[in-house]
């Protein structure tokens, strides 16, 4: 699982200083067409066929969120920059969507129950992520599902949770755990990749 070093560099990001410019990234802003048609085509097949309660961890501008509600699903996104929930609430303004400042490992959403929760490139920088995955899967409906997008960045000084690693976790809390690899699909990146990305669909 992530490392503590890469939990401390984690930490280090100033995520409300990257907020202005988040977007540049084509994987971040979705802007070219293709890219964002590719990341569509992706979520369609992993959220329910029928609109749905969702909730982003860790939505950062609230690009997934912004997907996911143009396919009909009612967003709830949380994340601990309010640079970020600001402009989130910008770009989903007027649709079905509520975005919340708070810690993704305990979203401030009460008793509420959700058909899916969503999380793209943020488990790797919580600490004790068993405990968090137990802690989302309270907040699963019974058939609920995990969508969670992670991956190893980098060849060189790789920071992330590997796929093998995050499967073992979810094993026990959901009964079916579908892996999907991304890293081949260069369309949903951008550019050409090389390190391990990966989606994991777990239906609980
Ligand atoms: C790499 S970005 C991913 C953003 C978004 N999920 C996406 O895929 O575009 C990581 C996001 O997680 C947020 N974040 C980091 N630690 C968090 C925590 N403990 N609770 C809530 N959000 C957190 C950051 O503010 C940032 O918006």
Redesign the pocket.
């Known amino acids: 699982m992530t490392n503590e070093s890469d939990r401390t560099a984690?930490v280090r990001?100033d995520?409300?200083a990257?907020?202005a410019t988040?977007d540049a990234e084509p994987?971040?802003g979705l802007g070219p067409p293709e890219v964002r048609a590719a990341w569509a085509e992706r979520l369609r097949t992993w959220l329910p066929g029928h609109p749905a309660d969702l909730l982003?961890?860790?939505?950062?501008?609230g690009?997934?969120a912004l997907l996911a509600a143009e396919q009909g699903h009612r967003v709830t996104g949380?994340?601990?920059?309010p640079a970020?929930v600001e402009r989130a609430r910008a770009k989903l303004a007027g649709r079905d969507a509520v975005f919340l400042v708070?810690?993704?490992?305990a979203p401030p959403v009460g008793e509420r129950l959700f058909d899916t929760v969503l999380?793209?490139?943020?488990l790797w920088?919580?600490p004790d992520p068993a405990r968090v995955l137990r802690h989302w899967r309270g907040l699963l409906r019974p058939g609920g599902r995990f969508v969670l997008?992670e991956g190893v960045w980098g060849t060189q000084t790789p920071v992330g949770v590997p796929a093998g690693r995050l499967t073992a976790l979810l094993a026990p809390l959901a009964a079916d755990v579908r892996l999907e690899r991304l890293s081949e699909q260069a369309v949903l990146w951008g550019k050409e990749v090389h390190d391990e990305r990966y989606a994991l669909v777990a239906t609980v």
Do not use: E, K, N
């Open positions: 984690a990001i995520w409300d990257q907020a988040f994987d971040h982003d961890l860790g939505c950062g501008t690009s997934l949380v994340d601990s920059s970020m708070g810690d993704a490992a999380v793209r490139h943020v920088a919580l997008v």
